[in-house]
């Protein structure tokens, strides 16, 4: 039993050697081949396909030769180690006709992309209709770039226009009807689309282009294309009128009430104010970015400003509310008659004494009756040269009191005759 085992294993082992020798020498036969895949295109799509194994090959490119006119196909070959992928394109073409006169023929094929399709009329367009090295401008008519067999191609003359010192140039296809109409179709199309660049404000909102004027950039006068042959050889100053709406807050007004339960000169504040909002509408004709009229304004308010209420304390006044017309925040200084250049009467012929006040004309009439915070009951009968605006001067009849008081802010109250 012992040798039957032992003779079985040593045949099993020559068995798998031999087997292990059978598959060496099929990966030496099959590595001695390569391998083509042989693609065929028509114009569209791939139309078949046949992947060969051959050590030769001449055999293989025979074989195409056998197969395909070679004269109907162009060929590109992609060598990847064992593997050989031969590519063969239907030789096609496209039709390129410019200006509706003259006709290229294009080479054109599977493999063609509308960047390379592109760029062969780019090519011609500059070798071509080139004016002294100056590119010209061109619009392809819109195609589908599989199927269509003639893609139409218009030169495009250009016209300048000055929007103040700003240089529009507008493109257009003088051959085709209607071309006048067109260019102002075409500049509506551009102010649209840069306004706020022409403007230079973002703030407001474009609404509508409802008129295109057109003038003589020298002589300023209105100008009409379609009577002007040679339109695209001249300058044009170009202004519009545009329909925008904006945004506009409506500040609210502060009202003072007064109120002897407070201290006097304290605020309190009953209701806070806010501002309201509201839409402006406008006509304008623009000239330039910083140039225009308004033709006509409206406004929306959309949300109305709620008031100010502040209470002033009036407690030791003794005055009724009526009594009272105004409050002013002001800044009051001292002075003195004898001091410098201050006399003993005032601009309107009083003499100088306490309770008579310098103020601006502009803010306090002169003969007002006031009430200073800290200082008592005065009237307004003098001005000063240093007093403008929220200034106050209050007499004091020794140097030392007026410079005692120095310079602080008050609250001076504006009282009824």
Known sequence: MKGVVINFLSNLKIRILLLLIFFLFVFIFLSSFKYYVVNVFNEKELISQKILFSNNT????????ENYNTNEYENSINIQKKVIIINLYKKAHKEVVIDNKYKYILPFNFSTT???LLSYIDDIISRDFSNNNK???YKIYKFNFVKDKVIYVY???SI???FGDKKITIYYYKDQQNYKSKIYSNLRNYIYKNFYKLINNKSIKLEKITDIDILNKNEYQLVSLANNKESDNKDYQLNFKAQVSYKKNIEYNIIYKYTDKLPLGTQKVLINGQNGVSIIKELRNYRSCNEYEII????VILKKPVNKIVLVGIKELNLKEDKILKVLEMEASGYTGGVGNVGYF??????VRKGIVAVDPNVIKLGTK????????????DVGSAIKGNKIDLYFETYQEAIKWGRKKVKVFILKD
């Open 155 to 157: 030169l495009l003359n």
């Open 370 to 381: 006031l009430y200073v915070q800290g200082y008592g009951y005065a009237q307004a009968l």
């Open 160 to 162: 300048d226009f000055y």
């Open 135 to 137: 590119k010209v401008k």
């Open 346 to 351: 005032t601009c309107t012929g009083h003499r």
């Open 296 to 299: 006509y304004q409206s406004e």
């Open 114 to 116: 509308k960047y390379q």
């Open 58 to 65: 001449y055999k293989v490119i025979k074989n195409i030769f």
